[in-house]
């Protein structure tokens, strides 16, 4: 088998758009490592990075050769750790690029890791984490746009917010 990917993230939580970057990256590559990124300085967020890493886990279930796993460093020592060749990245919009390319620079300079970017599907150029956390603590229709076992565990954690 080819050595895998890595798709790092934030994931907080796991959306369709990253599902449908990690479809996209299987198809091209084979194998995935996706994996959690957080700050181990300022630990934050909706979820933790070990329930991220299980809501991915289930989320991605029926998928073989992927792997998920959480990391406090930088996302250049993930890829080196996963073994992967590259290091994937979705692009939504014009903004994405202006930011992941800065990384993907970055990330060449200080290790020679390379970036491949993946447009996204249309259907979710406007989805992210931080919306869909903030529509679902306010009780908004979020379910189309993220797994399943991500919107139990929302409808769980805001059960009862008003
Ligand atoms: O899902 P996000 O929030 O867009 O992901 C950003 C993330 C986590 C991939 C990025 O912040 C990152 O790579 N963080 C790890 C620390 C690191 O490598 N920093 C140097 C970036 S050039």
Do not use: W
Not at 15 to 38: I, K, S, T, W
Not at 40 to 52: H, M
Request: proline share 7%.
């Amino acid at each position: 088998m080819n050595p895998p990917v890595l798709i790092p993230g934030s994931f907080d939580p796991i959306h369709l758009g990253h599902v449908d970057v990690v479809d996209q990256a299987l198809e091209l590559f084979g194998a995935v490592v996706v994996a959690v990124l957080y700050n181990r300085e300022k630990p934050s967020g909706l979820f933790t990075p070990d329930e991220r890493v299980a809501l991915i886990e289930a989320s991605l279930a029926d998928r073989p050769n992927v792997t998920v796993r959480a990391s406090g460093g930088l996302a250049v020592d993930a890829a080196t750790e996963a073994g992967a060749r590259f290091v994937v990245k979705g692009l939504r919009t014009g903004a994405d690029f202006e930011i992941e390319q800065q990384m993907a620079l970055m990330n060449h300079s200080v290790a020679g890791v390379r970036t491949v970017f993946l447009p996204c599907r249309p259907e979710y150029a406007f989805v992210s984490s931080r919306f869909i956390r903030e529509i679902a603590a306010h009780q908004g229709r979020i379910a189309h746009l993220v797994p399943e076992p991500v919107a139990q565990a929302l409808a769980g954690r805001f059960e009862g917010s008003p």
